[in-house]
């Protein structure tokens, strides 16, 4: 009788995980996998439409009776070939370029220093300084950049790439500031203590200890710096006059649409290979990336 009794229920036991093991597999596709294919596909549209408008000729995007809006039928490469070879878009591509670079720069030296000094210096009152640095990230571009444009014409820089480098620091040492911060506290004060006794400076310390260790953090840092200089708008927008010192963002709409006519291949063909630069840095630094986002230094 026991026995009996006992192969119904060894029977149910191995049939369970299957079933577990179905439901379980049917949840991750309903609750992880679908979801995360839906944002990928909204993430992803954006760069897909951009590429097929850069290669569609004039008559297939002006007349979408006749052609799918969603795929090429006649690839072509004229609007790249307009944009690179009839207007200025190789030299506004090198003034972005270099003007995330040169503000990437200024913005990590300072922020830096600043994060330091509030986070291990200790000296009164530091926390609120950290806190008032984050709380002028908060302040919008759009009333700072009135104050700001009278400040670049009094020191003569109005119209001029270096106006940028210059003013993009404002926006961008605050947040850096309080991401190093944060990441600074990570790092074991017990290590820079044992330099001090054996007699190392603050900035020995700073440059042979704390920089080494927080270069996921510099790099989270410089990533988002050199994002947000690469796509910043009103700024090169009020500070850049001239066609040929403009950015990309600014150039592609302002040179690139005369009245009420758009230039959409051309358009595109910008806003695609104007995103790529970023897209590549990313991918090289992805890695210390996402350690910055996820944790601190591993003992």
Not at 125 to 152: E, K, R
Not at 231 to 250: C, D, H, M, R, W
């Amino acid at each position: 009788m026991t026995d009996t009794v006992a192969q119904p229920a060894v029977a149910d036991a191995k049939a369970a995980p299957d079933t577990m093991a179905w439901d379980s597999g049917l949840r991750r596709l309903m609750m992880i996998y679908l979801p995360l294919g839906c944002f990928v596909l909204i993430l992803l549209f954006p760069f897909y439409w951009m590429a097929i408008t850069s290669f569609k000729p004039n008559a297939e995007l002006m007349n979408y009776k006749e052609h799918n809006p969603f795929w090429i039928s006649s690839p072509t490469l004229a609007h790249i070939k307009h944009l690179l070879f009839d207007t200025a878009y190789p030299r506004w591509l090198w003034t972005t370029m270099m003007v995330a670079i040169g503000s990437t720069t200024l913005s990590l030296i300072a922020s830096t220093l600043a994060a330091y000094a509030i986070e291990r210096l200790r000296f009164r009152g530091s926390p609120y300084v950290g806190l008032g640095i984050y709380m002028a990230y908060l302040v919008p571009p759009s009333i700072l950049f009135i104050p700001l444009a009278t400040v670049v014409v009094q020191f003569g820089l109005f119209d001029s790439p270096l106006a940028l480098i210059l003013v993009y620091p404002t926006f961008l040492v605050p947040f850096c500031t309080w991401l190093l911060i944060g990441y600074f506290k990570s790092i074991p004060y017990e290590l820079e203590e044992c330099a001090l006794v054996d007699g190392a400076t603050r900035l020995q310390i700073l440059r042979r200890i704390t920089l080494p260790l927080a270069v996921p953090g510099l790099i989270s840092a410089g990533i988002f710096s050199f994002t947000l200089s690469w796509n910043e708008f009103i700024y090169a927008l009020a500070f850049i006059q001239s066609g040929a010192n403009k950015t990309v963002p600014v150039a592609i709409l302002t040179e690139l649409v005369t009245g009420d006519v758009y230039q959409w291949g051309a358009l595109m063909a910008g806003s695609l290979l104007g995103s790529l630069p970023v897209a590549i840095f990313y991918s090289l630094f992805v890695d210390y990336y996402v350690s910055s986002l996820t944790g601190a230094v591993k003992e």
